[in-house]
């Protein structure tokens, strides 16, 4: 096969203007979806739409062959049936154009006849000096351009986590889930079939890329593992990578083989390779964005010793024990920490680690116990779920519809408002402590502002669903602060 070019990813995550092969108005066509999700989604460079009819494509003049475009082109979009996109790849090539997405199907994931049809295509492309995404592809995010080259009509969340998918719905749906998860987005790859680019083309990238601080995998099958774990290898010291593998079982081998021809492979053994290249493996895709969102957002932990404060005794239990069957260490208190909480909370409190709050209300208490423990000498990271109510924080839109029944509209507004402004300011408490301290703070089930705050500090707040995730997570960033304390990183 012909040697393969350079590619140029400023022209795939940056590109000042894009041709659309297969626009069209006709919103029952993908051609039609992508070119409306680019226009909408932000992208402030030239778009030109190509259709074999001519004619106009929302508002913009269309062109019948991409050769016909009057300026230069930097990313070709392609969205046509999969027997003319060879002779679209090589109108791509005559135009000049280094980097191409093929949204169209019908590949090798179909068969012999669609695998012989891609290899012809990618062949004609790299003799041509012609990188491409997919093909079988819904495309790319990039937030530096506002570019939203997707099929579904998502808007990702802007923030510094990257995410490369060997599937798209898995991907599209991630980014979706980020404003939920408090995980924003820099760059996202659906890398398709990778018929020419591949996942390692992709991780070498991000690695080099200063706008991505975290590399979130979703694979399948790599054809070439060790080029992927060479370069996983260099990378991983410098920004945590984080896997989760779809085709873990035979039933999810084949379906992984009959949707993007993905030659999958045995759980264990890439688990055991993805360990000893430093990559951080997820156990499920909800799994992915949390601990992305805890090391997009906190400082890593320098031991693994946890301290836990909550508001009653069962939740600080079954924190304690996923604590422990994690490897990390619940530490006992001394005696200076206990003087100090014994001023803040009541005559009765047990003493102990987790700091069991007895039902203290208000939020200068918490803060106040948050403050004497995040700065105890005794231990590395904390888990809270006292802040706004902890695990319970979900019933409180709950609360204010039941007051609203026995209470004046005007009064309950009121109440919530006063509420929400606490929130926000113990958030900001919460951040400033984490970035005096340089301790992660991981908070269970608040219900907390997503995202950074006003700025004052450089941390966010990561926050679970439950005590265990939450401590699967502080687990995953001392497992990462000891592998890179391992290679001479700390």
Same mark, same amino acid.
């Given at each position: 096969?012909?040697?393969?070019?350079?590619?140029?990813?400023?022209?795939?995550?940056?590109?000042?203007?894009?041709?659309?092969?297969?626009?069209?108005?006709?919103?029952?066509?993908?051609?039609?979806?992508?070119?409306?999700?680019?226009?909408?989604?932000?992208?402030?460079?030239?778009?030109?739409?190509?259709?074999?009819?001519?004619?106009?494509?929302?508002?913009?003049?269309?062109?019948?062959?991409?050769?016909?475009?009057?300026?230069?082109?930097?990313?070709?979009?392609?969205?046509?049936?999969?027997?003319?996109?060879?002779?679209?790849?090589?109108?791509?090539?005559?135009?000049?154009?280094?980097?191409?997405?093929?949204?169209?199907?019908?590949?090798?994931?179909?068969?012999?006849?669609?695998?012989?049809?891609?290899?012809?295509?990618?062949?004609?492309?790299?003799?041509?000096?012609? @990188?491409?995404?997919?093909?079988?592809?819904?495309?790319?995010?990039?937030?530096?351009?506002?570019?939203?080259?997707?099929?579904?009509?998502?808007?990702?969340?802007?923030?510094?986590?990257?995410?490369?998918?060997?599937?798209?719905?898995?991907?599209?749906?991630?980014?979706?889930?980020?404003?939920?998860?408090?995980?924003?987005?820099?760059?996202?790859?659906?890398?398709?079939?990778?018929?020419?680019?591949?996942?390692?083309?992709?991780?070498?990238?991000?690695?080099?890329?200063?706008?991505?601080?975290?590399?979130?995998?979703?694979?399948?099958?790599?054809?070439?593992?060790?080029?992927?774990?060479?370069?996983?290898?260099?990378?991983? *010291?410098?920004?945590?990578?984080?896997?989760?593998?779809?085709?873990?079982?035979?039933?999810?081998?084949?379906?992984?083989?009959?949707?993007?021809?993905?030659?999958?492979?045995?759980?264990?053994?890439?688990?055991?390779?993805?360990?000893?290249?430093?990559?951080?493996?997820?156990?499920?895709?909800?799994?992915?964005?949390?601990?992305?969102?805890?090391?997009?957002?906190?400082?890593? *932990? @320098?031991?693994?010793?946890?301290?836990?404060?909550?508001?009653?005794?069962?939740?600080?239990?079954?924190?304690?024990?996923?604590?422990?069957?994690?490897?990390?260490?619940?530490?006992?208190?001394?005696?200076?920490?206990?003087?100090?909480?014994?001023?803040?909370?009541?005559?009765?409190?047990?003493?102990?680690?987790?700091?069991?709050?007895?039902?203290?209300?208000?939020?200068?208490?918490?803060?106040?116990?948050?403050?004497?423990?995040?700065?105890?000498?005794?231990?590395?990271?904390?888990?809270?779920?006292?802040?706004?109510?902890?695990?319970?924080?979900?019933?409180? *839109?709950?609360?204010?519809?039941?007051?609203?029944?026995?209470?004046?509209?005007?009064?309950?507004?009121?109440?919530?408002?006063?509420?929400?402004?606490? @929130?926000?300011?113990?958030?900001?408490?919460?951040?400033?402590?984490?970035?005096?301290?340089?301790?992660?703070?991981?908070?269970?089930?608040?219900?907390? *502002?997503?995202?950074?705050?006003?700025?004052?500090?450089?941390?966010?707040?990561?926050?679970?669903?439950?005590?265990?995730?939450?401590?699967?997570?502080?687990?995953?960033?001392?497992?990462?602060?000891?592998?890179?304390?391992?290679?001479?990183?700390?």
């Amino acid at each position: 096969m012909t040697k393969k070019p350079e590619p140029n990813f400023d022209l795939l995550f940056n590109p000042r203007s894009i041709a659309m092969i297969g626009a069209s108005s006709n919103l029952e066509k993908w051609g039609a979806i992508v070119f409306l999700n680019m226009i909408m989604g932000g992208y402030q460079g030239k778009l030109y739409p190509v259709n074999p009819k001519g004619g106009m494509v929302f508002n913009r003049r269309a062109y019948p062959r991409v050769t016909e475009v009057p300026e230069p082109v930097d990313l070709a979009v392609v969205a046509i049936p999969a027997q003319f996109v060879k002779e679209a790849v090589e109108d791509c090539i005559r135009k000049g154009i280094r980097m191409a997405i093929v949204i169209t199907s019908d590949f090798s994931e179909t068969g012999e006849e669609g695998a012989r049809l891609e290899r012809e295509m990618v062949e004609v492309a790299r003799s041509g000096g012609l @990188r491409l995404v997919g093909p079988n592809t819904m495309g790319i995010f990039s937030a530096s351009a506002s570019l939203t080259a997707l099929m579904p009509p998502v808007r990702p969340r802007r923030g510094a986590v990257s995410l490369i998918s060997q599937s798209g719905n898995i991907g599209t749906q991630m980014l979706g889930w980020g404003e939920k998860f408090a995980v924003g987005f820099n760059k996202y790859v659906s890398s398709g079939n990778e018929g020419d680019l591949r996942c390692e083309d992709y991780l070498d990238f991000l690695g080099r890329d200063p706008e991505t601080r975290v590399i979130l995998l979703y694979i399948e099958g790599l054809d070439d593992g060790r080029e992927f774990l060479t370069k996983a290898r260099n990378i991983s *010291p410098h920004k945590p990578i984080i896997a989760f593998k779809g085709g873990r079982t035979e039933a999810g081998t084949r379906a992984a083989k009959s949707h993007s021809g993905a030659m999958a492979g045995v759980k264990e053994v890439y688990e055991a390779a993805f360990r000893q290249a430093g990559v951080l493996w997820a156990s499920t895709t909800e799994e992915m964005l949390e601990l992305s969102a805890a090391f997009s957002s906190l400082p890593l *932990p @320098r031991g693994n010793r946890v301290g836990i404060l909550t508001r009653g005794g069962g939740w600080g239990v079954i924190t304690a024990d996923a604590c422990n069957e994690l490897g990390l260490e619940v530490p006992p208190l001394d005696g200076e920490i206990i003087r100090r909480l014994d001023t803040i909370l009541p005559a009765f409190w047990s003493r102990g680690n987790p700091v069991d709050m007895v039902a203290t209300l208000g939020m200068d208490p918490y803060i106040q116990c948050l403050e004497a423990l995040i700065a105890w000498d005794g231990v590395d990271a904390v888990i809270s779920l006292s802040g706004d109510a902890g695990p319970l924080s979900h019933l409180l *839109p709950d609360v204010k519809k039941r007051a609203e029944s026995i209470l004046p509209t005007e009064k309950t507004d009121k109440m919530m408002q006063v509420l929400s402004e606490a @929130r926000g300011r113990i958030y900001e408490r919460v951040c400033e402590l984490v970035e005096k301290h340089r301790k992660p703070v991981f908070a269970v089930g608040s219900n907390f *502002p997503r995202g950074k705050g006003t700025g004052k500090s450089e941390f966010a707040l990561a926050q679970f669903r439950s005590p265990e995730r939450a401590a699967r997570a502080a687990g995953a960033m001392w497992r990462y602060y000891q592998y890179r304390k391992a290679i001479g990183m700390e």
